[in-house]
């Protein structure tokens, strides 16, 4: 019935092969050791790059270091990341880089913290900085004194609720 919850008794979730293509591969890359230069980067969309890169082991938790520094830097350095156009994939790899408190990529993350105001963005990368406390409270405080300006107030005034006003 339209007005109950739930999905209907015939209802079957959807399947993407892609998306089972990209978790064996993240699988075999970050559980079974094989090279990340293994991955088909170039021939993945969009989404099957974000999918790569949110891909946790089972049983990860929050704050988990699932990756050696060698791994964060063979992936930086074979997909190009420090040079990736897409947002949303940036995204999700400085996502990483902050959590895993991967110094090579701190460039990154203030070029694009300063050059990008979406708070969709911002954000979740400030508190991601903060919550990693001596490593990334002073990398947000610097960055965000630097990039404050060019926020929308909406995004400074959540921003500020996080880091405190410079």
């Given amino acids: ?41 170039q021939d993945w969309n969009t989404q099957q790059r974000q999918r790569f890169l949110a891909w946790r082991p089972e049983g990860y938790r929050p704050g988990d270091d699932w990756l050696q520094p060698h791994q964060l830097a063979n992936m930086e350095d074979l997909l190009n990341l420090r040079n990736e156009g897409n947002a949303e994939v940036l995204f999700a790899w400085l996502q990483i880089a902050v959590q895993h408190r991967y110094q090579p990529a701190v460039p990154t993350l203030e070029k694009f913290l300063t050059t990008m105001g979406r708070r969709k963005f911002v954000l979740p990368l400030f508190q991601s900085l903060w919550a990693e406390g001596d490593w990334g409270r002073p990398i947000a405080r610097r960055i965000y004194a630097q990039a404050r300006p060019g926020y929308h107030p909406v995004t400074t005034g959540s921003v500020d609720d996080v880091v405190g006003p410079p």
Avoid: E, K
């Fill in 1 to 41: 019935c339209t007005y109950q919850p739930g999905m209907p008794s015939n209802w079957q979730p959807p399947v993407s092969a892609a998306f089972a293509d990209v978790d064996i591969m993240a699988r075999r890359v970050f559980v079974g050791g094989a090279l990340i230069s293994a991955v088909p980067w």
